[in-house]
């Protein structure tokens, strides 16, 4: 059974930075796509960033570029999205995504059937 479990959100200030943390379980981190996802308050939800291991294609949000990086840890079997130089905007209810069927898919990829409880962010100003 695929499981996606968010972790590492809070308060922080504007200017500070936080690490989420994906951890997957029921697939393994090689062929997948996973995405980090995030929904503020009265917004829709939009896509922050995207891998995928089937065409190597990569996204990342034009806003959070330069501040917002991904990586993974295959030994662990964990995503996580860096933070940095956070803004009171990017103040959300973050989720990651997956896709862990054999398939080709190309980020950034809006079809994913599994998603994590989310962590929320809050930046104050």
């Known amino acids: 059974q695929v499981q996606l479990v968010e972790s590492g959100g809070g308060l922080v200030q504007a200017g500070g930075s936080l690490r989420l943390s994906c951890a997957a379980s029921?697939?393994?981190?090689?062929?997948?796509?996973i995405a980090w996802f995030r929904q503020a308050p009265g917004k829709e939800r939009e896509q922050v960033s995207c891998?995928?291991?089937?065409?190597?294609?990569?996204y990342i949000k034009g806003s959070v570029k330069g501040r917002f990086t991904t990586s993974r840890d295959n030994a662990k079997n964990t995503v996580y999205l860096q933070m940095n130089n956070l803004q009171p905007d990017d103040t959300a209810v973050y989720y990651c995504?997956?896709?862990?069927?054999?398939?080709?898919?190309?980020?950034?990829?809006?079809?994913?059937?599994?998603w994590g409880e989310g962590t929320l962010v809050t930046v104050s100003s």
């Open positions: 029921g697939f393994t981190l090689e062929y997948f796509a």
């Open positions: 995504a997956a896709q862990v069927d054999r398939i080709v898919v190309a980020c950034p990829y809006f079809g994913m059937p599994y």
């Open positions: 891998f995928s291991s089937s065409d190597g294609s990569t």
